[in-house]
């Protein structure tokens, strides 16, 4: 995985009002994020406008403020009073974030329980916020209601557009979602693998039917792209049992719309590779078994 060359530059410092020795946390595709003492300056590549940040960054705002307490929330940029999160500094828009020490969230039933739970308390407190729509919709809205089309034929699916437009109109009230709930977006305290800490990087956050996110977690936390069936399940009944928000999340409501999550990754990746954007030998064979998983999944 091609992780972005992404600087801590002086005048970010200056406008993050940090000082002292920089460490890149590991991780980001297209940002980084520096600890400095104990803050976290968050560098996002230059597609990264400040306006759709500061929504992401309400997002957070709103799920911490809502009572699920592991929202990890950016804090205001000093020497602004508008409250402003988010600052554009050399290109790249720059957030300052509280530093949190922990550690990737375990992996296996015990870590997936924990996770599907804990998805369940972040969604009781989004389900009330009324935010106005991201600047940018993200890249998980395009085709949700079915009527998107497929330049790659191993992509189309005309019983799966069916199906999303179904859903599209029968799916409850949306409501934001962190977007990119998985394992490398938790952190639990060390030592400690029963205690999850914190709730990272809300930048692909968005308003959708919540039923979107379980699918995509459940993926995630249940083996090779969904492959371990009971795993999905444990994770939906996890869900469930902790009060989450979701209703529709049958057998194939969660591989169709595991499909449509697979879908939307794999023409961003192409989309990417488009426009030159450095992949490597693990980032190709990710995207191959991708594929091999949007076909494996087809109810």
Same mark, same amino acid.
């Given at each position: 995985?091609?992780?972005? &060359?992404?600087?801590?530059?002086?005048?970010?410092?200056?406008? +993050?009002?940090?000082?002292?020795?920089?460490?890149?946390?590991?991780?980001? *595709? &297209?940002?980084? %994020?520096?600890?400095?003492?104990?803050?976290? !300056?968050?560098?996002?590549?230059?597609?990264?406008?400040?306006? *759709?940040?500061?929504? +992401?960054?309400?997002?957070?705002?709103?799920?911490?403020?809502?009572?699920?307490? &592991?929202?990890?929330?950016?804090?205001?940029?000093?020497?602004?009073?508008?409250? %402003? @999160?988010?600052?554009? !500094? &050399?290109?790249? @828009?720059?957030?300052?974030?509280?530093?949190?020490?922990?550690?990737?969230?375990?992996?296996?039933?015990?870590?997936?329980?924990? =996770?599907?739970?804990?998805?369940?308390?972040?969604?009781?407190?989004? #389900?009330?916020?009324?935010?106005?729509? $991201?600047?940018?919709?993200?890249?998980?809205?395009?085709?949700?209601?079915?009527?998107?089309?497929? *330049?790659?034929?191993?992509?189309?699916?005309?019983?799966?557009? #069916?199906?999303?437009?179904?859903?599209?109109?029968?799916?409850? =009230?949306?409501?934001?979602?962190?977007?990119?709930?998985?394992?490398?977006?938790?952190?639990? #305290?060390?030592?400690?693998?029963?205690?999850?800490?914190?709730?990272?990087?809300? /930048? *692909?956050?968005?308003?959708?039917?919540?039923? @979107?996110?379980?699918?995509?977690?459940?993926?995630?936390?249940?083996? /090779?792209?969904?492959?371990?069936?009971?795993?999905?399940? $444990?994770? !939906?009944?996890?869900?469930?049992?902790?009060?989450? @928000?979701?209703?529709?999340?049958?057998?194939?409501?969660?591989?169709?719309?595991?499909?449509?999550?697979? $879908?939307?990754?794999?023409?961003?990746?192409?989309?990417?590779? =488009?426009?030159?954007?450095?992949?490597?030998?693990?980032?190709?064979?990710?995207? $191959?078994?991708?594929?091999? #998983?949007?076909?494996?999944?087809?109810?």
């Amino acid at each position: 995985m091609v992780f972005a &060359e992404v600087p801590l530059t002086a005048a970010a410092r200056w406008v +993050c009002g940090v000082d002292g020795p920089a460490t890149r946390l590991y991780g980001g *595709e &297209e940002s980084a %994020a520096w600890r400095v003492g104990e803050h976290v !300056v968050r560098v996002a590549g230059f597609a990264r406008d400040p306006a *759709e940040v500061e929504w +992401c960054h309400r997002v957070a705002a709103a799920a911490r403020a809502g009572g699920c307490a &592991e929202a990890l929330a950016p804090l205001p940029l000093p020497g602004r009073p508008d409250g %402003a @999160t988010a600052a554009h !500094v &050399e290109g790249r @828009t720059v957030s300052l974030w509280p530093h949190v020490d922990g550690v990737w969230a375990s992996p296996g039933e015990a870590g997936a329980v924990l =996770a599907a739970r804990l998805l369940a308390r972040l969604h009781r407190a989004l #389900a009330p916020a009324a935010l106005p729509p $991201r600047p940018r919709p993200n890249f998980l809205l395009t085709g949700l209601d079915g009527r998107a089309t497929y *330049e790659d034929p191993r992509l189309r699916d005309p019983r799966l557009d #069916a199906w999303l437009r179904e859903f599209h109109a029968r799916a409850r =009230a949306p409501h934001p979602l962190h977007g990119d709930f998985y394992r490398g977006n938790l952190l639990a #305290a060390p030592g400690d693998p029963a205690r999850l800490l914190a709730v990272l990087d809300w /930048d *692909e956050a968005l308003v959708a039917p919540p039923e @979107t996110e379980v699918a995509s977690a459940a993926m995630e936390f249940a083996g /090779d792209f969904g492959a371990d069936t009971a795993a999905v399940r $444990r994770f !939906v009944r996890a869900y469930r049992e902790s009060g989450g @928000t979701a209703r529709l999340l049958d057998d194939e409501a969660l591989a169709q719309l595991m499909r449509h999550r697979l $879908r939307c990754e794999s023409v961003r990746f192409a989309d990417a590779a =488009a426009r030159g954007e450095p992949q490597d030998a693990e980032d190709l064979a990710h995207h $191959r078994r991708r594929l091999t #998983a949007f076909a494996r999944l087809r109810p």
